[in-house]
C-alpha cells in the first residue's frame, strides 16, 4: 500500500510539473523587461569621472563648438604635449568607421547610454529552471513507469 502512495505521488508530481515548463523563461524575460525599465535611458557623466564610462558604452558626445557626436567608448588617456599634460578619450565613429581622440578640454558634456541585459538574465535564468523543472518532472514520471512493473501492470 505504501509503495501504490508513493507511485500516485510520483505520478501527479511529474504531470502537475509538466504544464508549468516553459513559464519559468516567460516569467524571467518579464521580471528582466522590469528591471531594465527601471534604467535611465541615458546618463550624463560628469567630465572628471570619463574614466567610470566601461569599454564600449554607447556615447553621446556633445563638444564646446556646437557638434554633437555619436560612437562607442573605447579608452582614456593622457599625453604630454609640451609641457603639459593632455587628456584624451579614444571613442569609435560608428558614421565614418574610425577610431577618434578628442580632447577632454573640448568636450562640454558626455552621454552614455547604460547596457540594459535585464531581459537576456531573466530569460537565461528561467529557462535554466525550466530545465531543472522538466528534469524533475521526467525523472518522477520515469519512477512511476519504473514502478507500475513491480506491481504487475
Known sequence: MKKLKQLIFATFLGLSLLPFTGCMTAIGFGVGALSDSDKPKKLEIP??????????????????????????????MAQTVGDEQVAFIVWYDKVNYHQI????????????????????????IGASLDV??????????????????????
Open 47 to 76: 567630465l572628471e569621472q570619463v574614466i567610470t564610462i566601461s569599454k564600449n558604452s554607447q556615447i553621446q558626445l556633445f563638444l564646446k563648438n556646437g557638434q554633437e557626436q555619436e560612437g562607442i567608448f573605447l579608452t582614456n
Open 101 to 124: 581622440a578628442t580632447k577632454i578640454a573640448d568636450i562640454e558634456r558626455i552621454v552614455v547610454k547604460p547596457k540594459r541585459n535585464g531581459k537576456a538574465v531573466g530569460l537565461g
Open 132 to 153: 531543472i523543472l522538466t528534469i524533475v518532472a521526467l525523472k518522477s514520471l520515469e519512477n512511476t513507469f519504473n514502478n507500475l512493473f513491480d506491481f504487475g501492470f
